[in-house]
């Protein structure tokens, strides 16, 4: 598997200040928000986003002082996304950790959700750049929205294909989406090499997210949440669609039954998981990512060759092959 360490090479340094910057931004004098934040900056995940934004900053030219300042400000709008997600699911691990809602209450949480936004966008106004500022005010209302749908489709029980990739571009191709193309415009990059950092962030989202969708189908991986977790909220995924629009028609029916009913025991959770599985909605879905995948690399060569494009490339190729 490649190592992560290898992909940041090109961008290592720029990794230390972008830290180092992160940690600051979020000081606070008041102690239990303090507290709160120093649990979220212990508890820190493998920080994707900004090494997307710096990778593309250098593949695109130089990484600049605003490359850094935009990296902040993107993971601390996900971050503050992942808060208000927590308390909203009522999710208790994340990353193997216990939650911040968890830990505290959902009082603390949302305030310190609210919090990090806020850092955010006053980090968002210090670039100077109206163009960046409209790409993560969009960013903002597209979170949100795909939050929302995702919410609609649980609700009435929409399982349909097209629905779920609307749902998860939203929730998630966006915003990798957005990483990439800001890190482009922060190094001054055309118009091109913009467009293509941004479609190849957008394909990366895709293969991360129905990634993530994959684990929930299998208890031998160590990704910090239960397995059927998608399930047991109600979140119809990829490998299960694909299993209700193939599968044989009684077990199809078995299925819709309690999908409908939101009868999410443990022990119907574990039919639907062997439903997908036994049906072939697992290849179907590495087929989907694989073929995303192979769209985001193609892109990288309307690059100029260089390390940076070359890690790029290897965090598409992590991204896929990851194991948690």
């Given at each position: 598997m490649e190592d992560l360490s290898s992909i940041q090479a090109p961008v290592a340094d720029e990794l230390i200040h972008f830290r180092e910057d992160f940690a600051a931004s979020m000081k606070s004098s008041t102690r239990r928000l303090q507290t709160s934040i120093d649990f979220?900056?212990?508890?820190?995940?493998?920080?994707?986003?900004?090494l997307l934004t710096l990778l593309a900053a250098k593949a695109c030219g130089t990484?600049?002082?605003?490359?850094?300042?935009?990296?902040?400000?993107?993971?601390?709008?996900?971050?503050?996304?992942?808060?208000?997600?927590?308390?909203?699911?009522?999710?208790?691990?994340?990353?193997?950790?216990?939650?911040?809602?968890?830990?505290?209450d959902n009082r603390i949480a949302v305030l310190t959700g609210d919090y990090v936004l806020s850092t955010a966008l006053a980090r968002a106004i210090q670039t100077g750049n109206l163009h960046i500022l409209r790409i993560v005010s969009?960013?903002?209302?597209?979170?949100?929205?795909?939050?929302?749908?995702?919410?609609?489709?649980?609700?009435?029980?929409?399982?349909?294909e097209t629905r779920y990739m609307h749902i998860i571009h939203k929730k998630t191709a966006s915003l990798l989406s957005a990483c990439a193309e800001i890190g482009a415009l922060s190094a001054g990059a055309g118009d091109e090499a913009v467009a293509v950092c941004r479609e190849f962030g957008k394909h990366l989202g895709y293969c991360f997210q129905i990634k993530d969708d994959i684990f929930d189908y299998y208890k031998d991986?160590?990704?910090?949440?239960?397995?059927?977790?998608?399930?047991?909220?109600?979140?119809?995924?990829?490998?299960?669609?694909?299993?209700?629009?193939?599968?044989?028609?009684?077990?199809?029916?078995?299925?819709?039954?309690?999908?409908?009913?939101?009868?999410?025991?443990?022990?119907?959770?574990?039919?639907?998981?062997?439903?997908?599985?036994?049906s072939g909605g697992i290849e179907y879905a590495e087929g989907k990512?694989?073929?995303?995948?192979?769209?985001?690399?193609?892109?990288?060569?309307?690059?100029?060759?260089?390390?940076?494009?070359?890690?790029?490339?290897?965090?598409?190729?992590?991204?896929?092959i990851r194991k948690k």
């Open positions: 979220l900056l212990a508890t820190s995940g493998k920080q994707i986003r900004p990484v600049t002082k605003d490359t850094v300042n935009a990296a902040v400000l993107l993971e601390l709008l996900h971050t503050a996304t992942l808060i208000h997600d927590d308390v909203v699911d009522e999710t208790k691990l994340r990353r193997g950790n216990p939650s911040l809602n968890a830990v505290f969009n960013l903002g209302r597209e979170l949100s929205e795909g939050e929302i749908a995702e919410l609609e489709a649980v609700e009435e029980s929409l399982l349909d991986t160590d990704i910090g949440k239960p397995t059927g977790n998608d399930i047991r909220e109600g979140k119809v995924t990829l490998p299960l669609l694909y299993a209700l629009r193939e599968g044989e028609k009684d077990t199809v029916a078995s299925a819709l039954r309690i999908i409908r009913s939101q009868s999410f025991t443990e022990e119907n959770i574990d039919t639907l998981l062997s439903f997908a599985k036994q990512m694989k073929e995303h995948f192979a769209e985001a690399v193609q892109l990288l060569d309307k690059l100029p060759a260089s390390t940076a494009r070359t890690s790029l490339a290897a965090l598409a190729n992590y991204i896929v």
